[in-house]
């Protein structure tokens, strides 16, 4: 069985994921905000497969050159950000200079598109592309795991009010791309506590399930 654990880092408390294989020598990371030491003592010895993002804002982005050159693995990000991660306007860290330096890092490696499938840690990763918080917002599913990123907290959802947000496109991604899996599937917030599919659709205030 894969296991996991979050990693609150940085000025947002933003969820980093260390993802970790079945025989306990491959990882992957998903949103490394910073390169915290924490974070960096749980990857030790183990091969870091990839570095996935939900999407480039600023506080999800911050450890990915750190990483990227300690494990010499690729960035994957939906193209809609691709130049956010070079560009501290983009990724909105030179608008919060009271809670971060510019954070820039180099170009990401890959692309990421709706339905691809990631083999990766010998499962599959499903990208769902989920926009509404920002344009190239994307959600990863393996298993009755769900990577949410930014789009949907519990009982919350991702503000929409930051360059390329949009309050209705944020509630379809939610209607149509995550209610539509199982219930029991355990929702992994890019802020805040973990949910389910299940609770979500009954007990979001932001995005109630359609009868
Ligand atoms: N004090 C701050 C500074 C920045 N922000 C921005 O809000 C975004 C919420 O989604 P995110 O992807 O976690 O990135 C956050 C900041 O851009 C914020 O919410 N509050």
Redesign the pocket.
């Known amino acids: 069985m894969l296991t996991f654990q979050a990693f609150p880092l940085g000025?947002?408390q933003?969820n980093a994921y260390v993802v970790v294989d079945t025989t306990r020598t491959r990882a992957i990371v998903i949103d490394p905000g910073t390169a915290d030491p924490a974070l960096l003592r749980k990857v030790a010895g183990l091969q870091v497969e990839a570095i996935l993002l939900t999407?480039a804002?600023?506080?999800?982005i911050g450890g990915v050159d750190e990483l990227r050159a300690k494990w010499s693995c690729p960035v994957y990000l939906h193209p809609l950000e691709k130049d956010w991660l070079t560009d501290p306007a983009k990724?909105?860290s030179a608008?919060?200079s009271?809670?971060?330096a510019p954070v820039k890092s180099g170009p990401p490696d890959h692309s990421l598109e709706d339905g691809q499938k990631l083999q990766l840690l010998g499962e599959t990763f499903e990208v769902r592309h989920t926009p509404g918080?920002?344009p190239g917002s994307v959600s990863f599913v393996c298993g009755d795991l769900l990577f949410a990123?930014?789009a949907l907290f519990r009982r919350s959802v991702?503000?929409t009010d930051?360059p390329g947000g949009h309050q209705d496109t944020l509630t379809k991604s939610i209607r149509s791309k995550l209610y539509a899996l199982p219930d029991d599937t355990l929702v992994l917030p890019?802020?805040g506590p973990a949910t389910t599919i299940g609770e979500e659709k009954r007990e979001n205030p932001y995005v109630p399930a359609l009868p």
């Open positions: 000025p947002l933003t999407h804002h600023f506080d999800h990724n909105g608008r919060w009271d809670v971060t918080h920002s990123g930014d991702g503000r930051l890019g802020h």
